[in-house]
């Protein structure tokens, strides 16, 4: 079985401040990952997907294999990263998007 | 961008009634589309695949029965919730993949569901 966890529900930072949003996968197989945001009143979207290896929004992901991690990180917070983020796995080839319970940011002045 | 449009946004209905909530692909082909639900504060979990002109497939511990998904077209899918009770109150949301560009999903923008 495919499972996402994101431990923390909330993540509050300063504007300027580093930003590493925390997801952690468990699944036996070869898994593609990817990162959601849901801005405020706004439809979920992708975010960045590991296989792109891009940069978006200044944001970057790398896949921990060893570590079964792919966080999201971003050296300095906008205010406007303020938003829900959902770490999302699907089984490469697979069909099923499992997400984790997401991670609020909170990006204060 | 894709847009997928979702509709209702937002239902209250009576405990007992059916509600059908409409998933459309406006400008792209949606062979597969997905349903997911919601709750307060909680991940959103998968409730079926909908493959258009086939079956859904549902996954374990959702009555097929009481939630109809019908994929009639490449452009629509629809959730029935049949006879609603409370506990079916929750946020909806359906997902589509562009047939072109299989790894990518469209989320629509959610139902909201409140069943009195």
């Known amino acids: 079985a495919q499972r996402v966890t994101q431990p923390e529900k909330l993540l509050s930072v300063f504007k300027g401040a580093p930003v590493e949003l925390k997801c952690n996968y468990s699944?036996?197989?070869?898994?593609?990952l990817f990162w959601y945001v849901q801005y405020s009143r706004q439809r979920l979207q992708l975010l960045l997907r590991h296989i792109s290896r891009e940069s978006i929004k200044g944001f970057t992901a790398d896949l921990n294999k060893g570590e079964t991690s792919f966080h999201l990180k971003k050296p300095f917070a906008q205010e406007e990263d303020s938003a829900m983020y959902y770490c999302a796995l699907i089984a490469r080839g697979g069909n099923k998007l499992t997400f984790g319970t997401g991670t609020q940011l909170k990006v204060e002045l | 961008g894709a847009v997928v449009s979702q509709h209702p946004s937002w239902v209250i209905c009576k405990s007992g009634t059916s509600v059908k909530i409409e998933c459309r692909s406006l400008d792209f082909q949606a062979t597969t589309m997905f349903w997911y639900r919601q709750f307060p504060k909680q991940s959103l979990m998968l409730m079926a695949t909908?493959?258009?002109?086939?079956?859904?497939?549902?996954e374990q511990g959702v009555e097929k029965d009481k939630f109809l998904i019908n994929h009639a077209s490449l452009t629509l899918s629809t959730l029935t919730v049949t006879s609603a009770h409370p506990e079916d109150s929750s946020f909806y949301i359906c997902?589509?993949?562009?047939?072109?560009?299989?790894?990518?999903?469209?989320f629509g923008s959610g139902t909201q569901l409140s069943v009195l």
């Open positions: 909908s493959n258009e002109g086939s079956k859904a497939t549902y």
């Open positions: 997902s589509a993949r562009d047939a072109r560009l299989v790894e990518k999903l469209f």
């Open positions: 699944y036996s197989g070869s898994p593609e």
